[in-house]
């Protein structure tokens, strides 16, 4: 069964270092998700892409988060410098696109802890 | 904008009896509505979803949710909790008009006590 590969699982970084998060989406799947999720509460979208454009980025920090899909396919988030407050779960998902009667798929998610 | 609500942070039901989870959604136009449950430190894992059609609709390990368009509400339920039920569940929509954007609720957490 095709799954969203997303790596590294955990990763702990130390406050103002860089990191970054990697999505391998479902074969075909022209829209991928990048979501934020705090503990015990619902995942907020981040950024998403149609392709290897950018659809909605409104809730992304630009000041220090960044993501690409450079070919449609895979995509990269990145933060620099990190913050505490960026210790979360980021989940990545894809769908097909088209009309969106198609549910998203889930990776396992990259658990962040900023230290 | 879309929107979506989950009125209760937990819900607790004991083994056998029956369990709802509550939710209810704003977007301007017709809505797609989606359920998925998450088990600690992983992704979440999709349940059912409402399209078209039936208001009543059937997804995976034994749940239902009932569409009602009054009530702008997506309520998910099991006739027989299980204590394997106990999870974090959440509700999300999409407007139909609005492309691709999911929107989630911020959960709720069901659990089922033997």
């Known amino acids: 069964e095709a799954e969203v590969a997303q790596s590294p699982r955990y990763k702990i970084t130390e406050k103002s270092q860089a990191v970054a998060f990697w999505c391998d989406p479902i074969?075909?799947?022209?829209?991928l998700y990048w979501y934020r999720q705090i503990l015990g509460q619902g995942p907020e979208l981040l950024v998403q892409f149609q392709d290897e454009s950018v659809v909605d980025d409104s809730q992304l920090p630009k000041d220090r988060f960044s993501a690409e899909r450079l070919k449609g396919v895979d995509s990269t988030l990145k933060i620099q410098p990190a913050e505490l407050g960026d210790s979360a779960m980021y989940l990545c998902?894809?769908?097909?696109?088209?009309?969106?009667?198609?549910?998203?798929?889930f990776g396992q998610g990259t658990r962040l802890t900023v230290v | 904008a879309q929107s979506v609500a989950q009125p209760e942070d937990q819900v607790n039901v004991a083994e056998g009896n029956p369990l709802t989870v509550k939710c209810t959604y704003s977007v301007s136009g017709n809505p797609y509505l989606f359920w998925y449950v998450q088990y600690p430190n992983r992704g979440l894992q999709f349940l059912l979803k409402y399209i078209t059609g039936d208001n009543l609709v059937k997804g995976s390990y034994g749940f239902e949710a009932e569409f009602n368009k009054s009530q702008t509400s997506f309520h998910l339920k099991k006739p027989s909790a299980l204590v394997s039920d106990s999870a974090l569940y959440f509700c999300a929509v999409r407007d139909i008009n609005a492309g691709n954007m999911l929107t989630f609720g911020g959960g709720t957490r069901l659990m089922v006590k033997p």
């Open positions: 998902a894809s769908s097909p696109g088209g009309a969106g009667d198609t549910e998203a798929f």
């Open positions: 074969s075909g799947h022209a829209t």
